[in-house]
């Protein structure tokens, strides 16, 4: 195989890292496997790509058939790419997709208000940000790519969560919720009394229950399914983003946003 540049997480090398070679090679088996013809690949094909003994390549390959990384074709004593590679590679494009979708949008609303776009996607019961576009403003919301709130104190979670089955929802909501402001809804009647509201009007609002001071709005994005696949906000400090002068102009912004971008991803009457 040949050696890949890593070029993530302040790596750049293209030496393997120390302690990975067994992650390595059961990446160049992966590897080797979905490039293979049909119907797959046998137990000593992978064997002599991996240079390992028979045995320690059958535990090798069991532990991924275990995790759904590969199939284990009993009939034809081949092994082939499991469901959790289809379902990775889905969650990938659909992410990238969503985020050059929302991209141009996220510029815009940013340039008409002065103030911070996120978009984010539930992860379990939380939201992690995929992608965002910071204010111009000397004091605006600090955050990056890749930080993860809880769904229920947050305006994106709570525009998605609002979008979700009953019993969908309560998968993505821990037992109890805890307070991170004064301010944050920490019952879940008063929880599910919001998202009743944030579900009528269309949008929802953080105020100042994530992180004191900072006000939000957001909306959800939907896939060409139907099925809310994201959410888009706009925030700002609370000195700036009034909490009745400014609900209805930034709510209604953040639904013509998050329409446009499940226009482009071919929402079903966006």
Known sequence: MAERVISTGGLTSSERVTGTQSLEKAVDILEYIASAPRPGVTLAECTGILGYSKATTQRMLLTLARRNL?????DLGVYSLG?????????????LDTRKAALPV??????ETGETAHLGVLSGKDVVYIE?????????????VGDSIPAYATAIGKSILAQLPSDVRQRHLPD?????????????????????LTRERGYAID?????????????????FSGAVCAGLSLGGPTARVEAEEDEQRFGELVKRAARRV?????APGA
């Open 176 to 196: 109890s919720l805890s307070g991170r402001t004064a301010n944050t809804l920490t019952t879940f009647e008063a929880l599910h009394r919001d998202l009743a």
């Open 207 to 223: 105020n100042g229950e994530n992180r004191d001071g900072i006000r939000g709005f957001a909306a959800p994005i939907f896939d």
């Open 106 to 111: 996220m510029r815009d609303i940013v340039r």
């Open 132 to 144: 965002l576009v910071d204010s111009p403003q000397p004091i605006r919301i600090f955050s990056k």
């Open 262 to 266: 499940s226009q482009v991803l071919g």
């Open 70 to 74: 590969l199939h284990f074709d009993e």
């Open 83 to 95: 469901m959790l590679t289809a379902k990775l590679g889905s969650e990938y494009l659909s992410r």
